[in-house]
């Protein structure tokens, strides 16, 4: 197997200098953790810059901690989930950490976001108390006609938009009726920090949220149920920090994406996001290869020193141990989840490998999967 040339994941967070003097604050005032003044500024900027008026953003360690604590603040032990098939392990995590019961639901197949006829169909047969919806690979989709959808049917509902942040079109929260969102910070997203995530959510929900991301205790001592999610004081400086850089690293991404998109127009048989507004903080570049084996992608590009990745394979239905409900038919999720590659998106600070990489893209994986 040839050398990677091309890695997956080139992470872009930070330079140290341009947060160390921040951070210094708060370890002059002797304060790392426990809603610190760098994680309160760096929710503040966060409400400014993505939340409506009357919604508000709370600092975490993680998505999956965000999602699990929302979760628990909006839903009683045992009550039932509607979630995505075709998602990161961690949406299904979340939701059994918050001690609920997922049931799985199919995708649209262009949208690759949960498809609200299967969603209906489920909620014939099943008792659904919720939905989790996910944006997958951070694209950023419409999602106005699942919230029509689950405001008429009485159903709340919780985007996880881990990959999504970023992007200059990361939707207003508070467009939709007491929507709650949750993104990840991890060094392998866009907007990366190492480890972290951002909820957002309606504001009147935010102690409710930070005393669950505080082992649940309440002011009087007593301790609903919770655990231990919030943000430390280091991380939130690096966020200070990427909050400043962040448009750069899209645009330049968008740019690559862009260039995927010359690139594999010309072939048939195979499905690219079309469907993603401009503003996209592009994660990564993820293609449905109809006629070809997934499989086979990724050994022709790793032979050419190119990684690429398989995500959201397999689906919950295939990789989780334990028992799931599955009221309707999961196949395009399943489908569609061993047939996609996802490609890796650059910023500038790998700039210089863009050229090679599109290079033998061009000249050599393409023409070797199709026989060119
Ligand atoms: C990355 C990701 C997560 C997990 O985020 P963490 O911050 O690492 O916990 C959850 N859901 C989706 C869809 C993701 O892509």
Same mark, same amino acid.
């Given at each position: 197997?040839?050398?990677?040339?091309?890695?997956?994941?080139?992470?872009?967070?930070?330079?140290?200098?341009?947060?160390?003097?921040?951070?210094?604050?708060?370890?002059?005032?002797?304060?790392?953790?426990?809603?610190?003044?760098?994680?309160?500024?760096?929710?503040?900027?966060?409400?400014?810059?993505?939340?409506?008026?009357?919604?508000?953003?709370?600092?975490?360690?993680?998505?999956?901690?965000?999602?699990?604590?929302?979760?628990?603040?909006?839903?009683?032990?045992?009550?039932?989930?509607?979630?995505?098939?075709?998602?990161?392990?961690?949406?299904?995590?979340?939701?059994?950490?918050?001690?609920?019961?997922?049931?799985?639901?199919?995708?649209?197949?262009?949208?690759?976001?949960?498809?609200?006829?299967?969603?209906?169909?489920?909620?014939?047969?099943?008792?659904?108390?919720?939905?989790?919806?996910?944006?997958?690979?951070?694209?950023?989709?419409?999602?106005?006609?699942?919230?029509?959808?689950?405001?008429?049917?009485?159903?709340?509902?919780?985007?996880?938009?881990?990959?999504?942040?970023?992007?200059?079109?990361?939707?207003?929260?508070?467009?939709?009726?007491?929507?709650?969102?949750?993104?990840?910070?991890?060094?392998?997203?866009?907007?990366?920090?190492?480890?972290?995530?951002?909820?957002?959510?309606?504001?009147?929900?935010?102690?409710?949220?930070?005393?669950?991301?505080?082992? $649940? +205790?309440?002011?009087? &001592?007593? !301790?609903?149920?919770? %655990?231990?999610?919030?943000?430390? *004081?280091?991380? =939130?400086?690096?966020?200070?920090?990427?909050?400043?850089?962040?448009?750069?690293?899209?645009?330049?991404?968008?740019?690559?994406?862009?260039?995927?998109?010359?690139?594999?127009?010309?072939?048939?048989?195979?499905?690219?996001?079309?469907?993603?507004?401009?503003?996209?903080?592009?994660?990564?570049?993820?293609?449905?290869?109809?006629?070809?084996?997934?499989?086979?992608?990724?050994?022709?590009?790793?032979?050419? $020193? +190119?990684?690429?990745? &398989?995500? !959201?394979?397999?689906? %919950?239905?295939?990789?989780?141990? *334990?028992?799931? =409900?599955?009221?309707?038919?999961?196949?395009?999720?399943?489908?569609?989840?061993?047939?996609?590659?996802?490609?890796?998106?650059?910023?500038?600070?790998?700039?210089?490998?863009?050229?090679?990489?599109?290079?033998?893209?061009?000249?050599?994986?393409?023409?070797?999967?199709?026989?060119?």
């Amino acid at each position: 197997m040839a050398l990677v040339k091309y890695p997956f994941l080139i992470p872009d967070l930070p330079d140290p200098a341009l947060w160390i003097n921040k951070y210094r604050k708060s370890y002059d005032a002797g304060q790392f953790s426990n809603f610190g003044p760098l994680s309160t500024e760096l929710e503040n900027q966060m409400t400014e810059r993505y939340c409506s008026p009357g919604y508000s953003a709370v600092a975490c360690s993680s998505a999956t901690s965000g999602l699990a604590v929302a979760l628990l603040s909006k839903f009683q032990p045992g009550q039932t989930i509607a979630v995505s098939n075709f998602t990161f392990a961690a949406t299904y995590q979340a939701i059994r950490m918050a001690r609920l019961e997922p049931i799985l639901i199919d995708i649209d197949p262009e949208t690759l976001e949960i498809s609200i006829a299967s969603l209906d169909q489920a909620c014939q047969t099943t008792s659904i108390d919720g939905v989790v919806a996910v944006r997958p690979y951070g694209i950023i989709g419409d999602n106005t006609q699942l919230h029509s959808y689950c405001s008429s049917a009485g159903l709340p509902v919780v985007v996880d938009g881990a990959a999504g942040l970023g992007g200059s079109r990361f939707p207003k929260i508070g467009s939709h009726h007491e929507e709650i969102e949750v993104v990840s910070l991890h060094a392998t997203k866009t907007f990366g920090i190492g480890e972290g995530g951002i909820i957002f959510c309606p504001t009147p929900l935010v102690p409710s949220i930070r005393s669950r991301l505080n082992f $649940g +205790i309440l002011p009087n &001592r007593r !301790y609903q149920s919770g %655990i231990n999610g919030k943000m430390d *004081e280091l991380h =939130a400086a690096v966020g200070l920090a990427q909050l400043s850089r962040i448009g750069d690293l899209q645009r330049f991404r968008e740019k690559v994406a862009k260039r995927y998109f010359e690139l594999f127009s010309l072939l048939d048989g195979i499905q690219l996001p079309t469907l993603v507004p401009q503003g996209t903080a592009w994660n990564m570049f993820p293609v449905v290869f109809r006629d070809i084996l997934a499989e086979n992608v990724i050994t022709v590009a790793a032979k050419h $020193g +190119i990684e690429t990745r &398989r995500y !959201y394979w397999p689906t %919950i239905s295939e990789g989780a141990t *334990e028992d799931v =409900a599955q009221p309707v038919s999961l196949r395009n999720s399943e489908e569609i989840s061993r047939a996609v590659v996802c490609f890796p998106v650059y910023t500038a600070k790998a700039g210089d490998l863009l050229k090679g990489l599109f290079q033998t893209m061009e000249n050599d994986l393409l023409p070797a999967l199709y026989n060119k």
